[in-house]
């Protein structure tokens, strides 16, 4: 991922987990993707959000763009990131073996999450974030959201 669109949607991703933790409560990511203008994520989740929950993760999302927040890039030992935030710093995929070091990504107040991406500088680049879709999957207790960015 190079664009400077699959680093804006990149960062979007983050941006729209934080609002899945905040609205829902949803802590594990088990999978995300950015292509282009879209994006999406799937997160450990036990029931069907309402469409009233859903709106609010976009809605609120928009706000943290709106904010225009500066992105703060951390990088520092496991053992120090860990101590500092505990496991919300990861997801459900597993990190390379043997690694050391972090990259944490941080949306202050939003969004901490270990990831070796490139990033925007602020939230105000991601522009708007709608979201297209979203589908429960009971089977495999996951809510998978996909969205695009203008």
């Not at 934080?18 to 088990?30: E, H």
């Not at 450990?44 to 763009?65: A, W």
């Not at 030992?77 to 860990?82: G, L, N, V, Y």
């Amino acid at each position: 991922m190079s664009s400077d669109i699959e680093i804006r949607t990149h960062t979007a991703i983050h941006i729209v987990k934080g609002a899945i933790q905040k609205i829902l409560g949803a802590k594990w990511t088990s999978s995300v993707y950015a292509s282009g203008l879209h994006g999406g994520i799937a997160v450990q989740f036990d029931r069907k959000p309402t469409d009233e929950e859903i709106n609010l993760i976009e809605k609120t999302s928009n706000e943290i763009i709106k904010q225009d927040i500066k992105i703060k890039i951390h990088e520092l030992s496991k053992i120090e990131a860990e101590k500092k935030w505990g496991d919300i710093i990861y997801d459900l995929f597993p990190l390379p073996p043997g690694l050391t070091t972090l990259k944490i990504v941080e949306i202050p107040g939003w969004n901490i999450n270990t990831c070796n991406k490139k990033h925007t500088q602020k939230t105000g680049e991601i522009v708007e974030i709608k979201i297209q879709k979203s589908r429960f999957r009971l089977n495999k207790k996951l809510l998978e959201v996909s969205f695009d960015i203008i």
